[in-house]
């Protein structure tokens, strides 16, 4: 069975500095991995995902993450905290020939100006 | 042009009542979802259909019976509605073309 654990429910960074956000899976077969956003009652939208290939995937407003299979995890991050970024993020894996999508408990960034 | 919409919002309701929340996509996409997220923000999976077909169907009370009466429509309905059955509940959808749930804005159920 597929997991994530996201390490840290809660993350301060102040504007202007590096947002790193950990991600870590586990799954019996090579996975599809994606992150997502979800600002104050909203929905989900979806920030960048990895499938195959280039295993260092941009996504939107400046974030980036990566792919480590040996350390099965896919970390994000983004060089330059803005206060805009404050929201929840979430890591979520999906087995390659299935359709269920597992998420992470989340972590929520707060921008100190 | 919304992509994947769902009604009511939001929902108050007494315990013991039943409730139904409605989704729509117009993505064209052949499996749907519905999630539930908790007040720590949990995310979890409760059903997926496949074309109208029940494809996933995790541990969730028989209180809860989803419906799809074609593919581009996941309705929920919940009978006999708890304290604990408050929480956000997401419908999503994806296509067999691309990998990533498109979600909708969400449906804050209270019951009290």
């Known amino acids: 069975a597929q997991s994530v654990t996201q390490l840290g429910s809660h993350v301060s960074v102040s504007e202007g500095a590096l947002v790193l956000l950990r991600c870590n899976y586990s799954?019996?077969?090579?996975?599809?991995l994606f992150w997502y956003v979800q600002y104050p009652n909203q929905g989900l939208q979806l920030l960048l995902k990895?499938?195959?290939?280039?295993?260092l995937v941009k996504g939107i407003n400046g974030f980036e993450a990566e792919f480590k299979k040996s350390e099965t995890s896919f970390h994000l991050t983004k060089p330059s905290a803005h206060m805009s970024d404050a929201a929840e993020y979430f890591c979520?894996?999906?087995?390659?020939?299935?359709?269920?999508?597992?998420f992470g408990g989340g972590t929520r960034v707060l921008v100190k100006p | 042009d919304t992509a994947v919409s769902q009604t009511p919002k939001y929902l108050v309701t007494q315990m013991g009542n039943d409730k139904s929340i409605k989704c729509e996509q117009n993505?064209?996409?052949?499996?749907m979802y519905w999630y539930k997220q908790d007040s720590k923000k949990f995310l979890k999976i409760m059903f997926s259909?496949?074309?109208?077909?029940?494809?996933i169907n995790e541990t969730v009370p028989n209180r809860f019976s989803p419906k799809s009466p074609d593919k581009a429509h996941l309705n929920l309905h919940i009978n006999s509605l708890e304290l604990g059955d408050s929480a956000v509940y997401f419908c999503?959808?994806?296509?067999?073309?691309?990998?990533?749930?498109?979600f909708g804005q969400g449906t804050r159920l209270t019951v009290v």
């Open positions: 999503a959808s994806s296509g067999s073309w691309n990998t990533e749930a498109f």
């Open positions: 799954s019996s077969v090579p996975p599809y």
């Open positions: 990895y499938t195959t290939g280039a295993t």
């Open positions: 979520a894996v999906k087995e390659a020939a299935g359709n269920k999508l597992t």
């Open positions: 993505l064209g996409h052949d499996t």
């Open positions: 259909y496949n074309n109208k077909e029940l494809i």
